[in-house]
């Protein structure tokens, strides 16, 4: 459509709209701003952490001793029970903190990121937020700036246009005011520019066409909220561990309330008092502190190495991933594009050193080669817009900051020339030529397509000599150019010729072909290494790009991915059988549009994957909300992507995933351990006090219960759930989120079995040779020292130092001086203990040995019928 139509069907003048107008319509289409999720208010964010079935059973077991406390004033269970209050409050608390923190800190890259827009506005020139602009106004855009919403451009000067944020692609895109077709595809629309791209070079002014969810960014938004997640295995296999530890709770009240009753004889209350308790001790009350103190130490990691976490069972999830799908232009590229290679006189040169910095060389057989004085350089360095900042970083476009960066290190006094004139680039014409003075005599430059260069060109530059195109060196130029075009590289020609003299224009034609410039986006520092890192830990990294399909492969061959490259096209073709296969065997997959992204993540989860997507461009972002875990880059990265994401990398570096991933395996092994050692623990206690009941005797009191998981489940617990990680951790497969598999249950049972007939027999003895208080007291003892033992058992496991984990050594051995303390202290009375003489003690000991040797044989067995627990 022409301008003029554009400016009459939106009701513009040349003045922009007037202030009364522009109100008017913000209050008719509303702000121009993306329609978002509220975040959840603090008060539901609280109440959300008392919605474990685990802590409902914590709540409830605490409500009935505190009851049982005022019925029976001279009872202790007051305290109990407000001990138990106290942890659940803690750990709500502390979880709610580092909940909304995340919750802050991706608010404020959201403010960080706001844009501002300069208008005209009644023949005024204003700076306006974003958001205020309306359809019909008129905006002024630079070199630099993020283009705040959709719009048909009225004039352009230069405009390259960086659209990789919508559509994938890592090129420039030049802007132009020539009428389209009105069909014309979104990619193609070279007069049109849109939200959340950037202006690379020049200055162009636009008129706003759709602002808010109505751009182009505002319907990818609005699609991608449509997609709900849903809740790992991990959180859900949590949900059914609650459940059913509810159930067994239920079973165990009764049938110890009818043992206690009816054998031993207890009053109705102490049955009641004995029947909480021992709920208590089968509740692993400590196991949602321990998971939220471990997870929420591995986002304060994540953060400190520049990664936001939005809550925390994230942390846990992204370890047990299986797959990472990532974008190609910013995640594992650069971004930016750099020169690669160079040929000239028929050698191809390798360009050595930074990517875009001036340090490095030219080699060729690993030879150095002087290109201070090479027209080919010259003609990259001066027939280029980029330029040097104040700060000594390059600006401009991204394909000529390559060409300027490679004429600096090649050290061409580029400073000895003076532009006089320029013909610019065009999508018609496919070349860009500039006049220059400064040598001998003026002399035109000329770059652009290989293919447009050689018509313009009738001699070719060949050891220094200038000789014939002819068909031989023109064919040798086309192979080189395919060469290097499928090795993914961007492919420039370079030419010169005499400038016009008299003051006549400058004419594009029988010029000498100098050379050919391969530019490519380079892969990130430290990417290759990454990705072995997580094929050495079983988890495949798939890149998917809106770029070209050699470009795509030959990147990914670069970075170690390999094998076959898919475009979306192809994959349309397939059908859902044939698409199941292919997106478990193919690495690559190009010209992908968002929706071939989603397509290749339900794929995959629907094969029972567990799908990272990591990328930072509005077209990333329906792939982010749809994956199991989505990770945003917080420089590059969109407000859409941003918003859509699970995980924001402030530093938008992708090895940072890996450290996620190698943090995440950490946390979920830490709560396997954790899990180990508690239900273990928790079983022998049961097995105990039933066994014994059944039998008229309480091996342990209601208090001492209570006591022996205070002790245990507390400090020792949590400083278990801190645990360094174990060697080998990102060499094995992921875990697939399995706290209690068949081996942990055999584990459970051996173990827990052969803690409870040791426990027992130390109960017997005690009662054969002593009375029943100091039987009672052994037994007491015994659970706290063998709960302890089960933590050199699990260091045996790992084959580890018992002294691996600093906090652990002293949470154990404060946990010892306090069951030390209550046995020869003066709150004896309080627990119903005796001093222990050295013949208990020797009992207790032998025991600790016996359960050692067995319990090391039981998972020797264990491990080798059912694999690691």
């Known amino acids: ?36 999720t509220p975040p959840e208010s603090r008060a539901k964010m609280l109440l959300s952490e008392f919605t474990n079935p685990l802590i409902l059973i914590l709540l409830a077991a605490a409500s009935l001793l505190l009851f049982v406390s005022f019925v029976s004033p001279e009872s202790s269970d007051r305290g109990d029970g407000l001990l138990i209050l106290g942890i659940v409050f803690a750990n709500a608390a502390f979880s709610f903190v580092q909940n909304h923190r995340a919750q802050q800190g991706i608010e404020a890259l959201e403010r960080a990121a706001a844009t501002y827009a300069t208008v005209m506005r009644g023949g005024r020139r204003l700076t306006i937020h974003a958001r205020e602009l309306v359809p019909g106004d008129a905006v002024a855009i630079e070199e630099g700036d993020r283009i705040p919403a959709d719009g048909r451009l009225l004039a352009v000067s230069h405009l390259q246009v960086d659209e990789s944020a919508l559509t994938g692609e890592s090129l420039s895109v030049a802007k132009t005011v020539a009428p389209l077709p009105d069909a014309t595809d979104m990619a193609e629309r070279t007069n049109c520019v849109y939200a959340e791209t950037t202006a690379l070079t020049g200055r162009a002014t636009f008129i706003v066409t759709q602002t808010g969810m109505r751009s182009e960014i505002g319907q990818i938004a609005g699609a991608m909220q449509a997609i709900k997640k849903g809740k790992s295995s991990f959180q859900r296999e949590i949900a059914e561990l609650g459940k059913r530890i509810t159930w067994i709770i239920a079973v165990l009240i009764l049938l110890v309330a009818a043992v206690q009753l009816t054998v031993v004889g207890n009053s109705l209350l102490e049955t009641f008092v004995i029947a909480v308790a021992l709920s208590v001790a089968a509740i692993p009350e400590g196991l949602p502190v321990v998971m939220t103190l471990a997870l929420a130490f591995g986002t304060r990691r994540m953060l400190e190495r520049r990664a936001l976490v939005s809550s925390l069972p994230i942390v846990e999830i992204i370890g047990s991933a299986d797959v990472i799908c990532t974008d190609k232009t910013g995640t594992i590229t650069e971004g930016r594009m750099s020169l690669r290679r160079v040929l000239i006189s028929g050698d191809l040169l390798e360009v050595t050193g930074d990517a875009l910095g001036t340090e490095g060389e030219f080699q060729v057989d690993d030879r150095s080669v002087d290109l201070s004085a090479s027209p080919a350089m010259l003609a990259a360095g001066l027939c280029n817009n980029a330029h040097l900042s104040a700060d000594g970083s390059f600006m401009g476009d991204p394909t000529e900051i390559a060409l300027l960066a490679g004429a600096f290190k090649a050290g061409v006094p580029l400073i000895d020339y003076t532009r006089t004139e320029e013909i610019p680039f065009s999508s018609e014409r496919r070349m860009m030529s500039v006049v220059v003075e400064g040598g001998d005599s003026p002399m035109l430059l000329a770059k652009g397509a290989p293919e447009r260069i050689m018509e313009v060109s009738t001699r070719v530059l060949e050891a220094g000599d200038e000789v014939p195109l002819d068909e031989e060196s023109r064919r040798k130029i086309e192979a080189a150019t ?21 003051g006549g224009e400058a004419i594009e034609a029988n010029l000498t072909f100098v050379g050919l410039a391969g530019i490519s986006d380079p892969p990130r520092e430290g990417v290759e290494d990454s990705i072995q890192a997580c094929r050495d830990a079983g988890i495949r990294v798939v890149m998917i790009t809106g770029d070209a399909k050699p470009t795509a492969a030959a990147i990914a061959a670069e970075v170690g991915l390999g094998g076959d490259a898919m475009s979306g096209r192809e994959l349309d073709a397939l059908s859902n059988e044939e698409l199941s296969e292919v997106v478990g065997r193919i690495n690559v997959f190009a010209r992908a549009e968002p929706r071939h992204k989603v397509l290749i993540l339900e794929a995959l989860q629907q094969a029972g994957q567990v799908v990272v997507m990591t990328g930072d461009g509005v077209n990333d972002a329906p792939a982010l909300k749809a994956a199991d875990v989505g990770i945003a880059m917080g420089i590059r990265g969109t407000e859409v992507a941003r918003d859509a994401a699970d995980m924001v990398l402030l530093d938008d570096s992708f090895p940072t995933i890996v450290a996620a991933v190698e943090e995440g395996r950490r946390i979920f092994a830490n709560i396997k351990k954790f899990v180990n050692y508690l239900l273990i623990g928790n079983f022998a206690e049961v097995l105990v006090i039933l066994i014994a009941g059944a039998f008229g005797y309480l091996p342990v009191t209601a208090v001492q219960i209570l006591w022996i998981n205070l002790i245990t489940d507390s400090g020792p617990a949590v400083a278990l759930g801190v645990d360094p990680a174990h060697s080998g951790l990102m060499r094995e497969p992921p875990q697939r989120g399995r706290l209690i598999g068949r081996s942990m249950l055999a584990l459970l049972a051996g173990t827990g079995f052969v803690m409870a ?103 020797n067995v264990v491990v080798a019928r059912f694999g690691r627990p």
């Open 757 to 859: 007939a040791v426990i027992l027999g130390t109960f017997a003895i005690g009662l054969a040779l002593y009375d029943l208080e100091a039987a009672q007291t052994m037994t007491f003892t015994a659970f706290v020292v063998q709960e302890y033992l089960r933590l050199a058992i699990i260091r045996c496991q790992e084959r580890t130092s018992l002294f691996v984990n600093r906090w652990l050594t002293v949470a154990v051995g404060g946990s010892l001086l306090l069951q030390v303390g209550i046995l020869y202290g003066p709150v004896q009375d309080w627990f119903g203990v005796t001093p222990l003489g050295l013949g208990p003690w020797g009992i207790i000991l032998g025991g600790l040995v016996i359960v050692f040797g067995l319990a090391i044989v039981v998972t």
């Open 1 to 36: 459509m022409e301008v003029t139509a554009v400016r009459v069907a939106l009701g513009a003048g040349d003045d922009g709209l007037s202030a009364e107008e522009a109100e008017a319509r913000l209050l008719a289409v509303g702000a121009n701003e993306l329609a978002q």
């Open 482 to 502: 395919t060469d290097l075009a499928s090795q993914g590289y961007r492919v420039l020609a370079l030419a010169m010729g005499p400038a016009p003299t008299g």
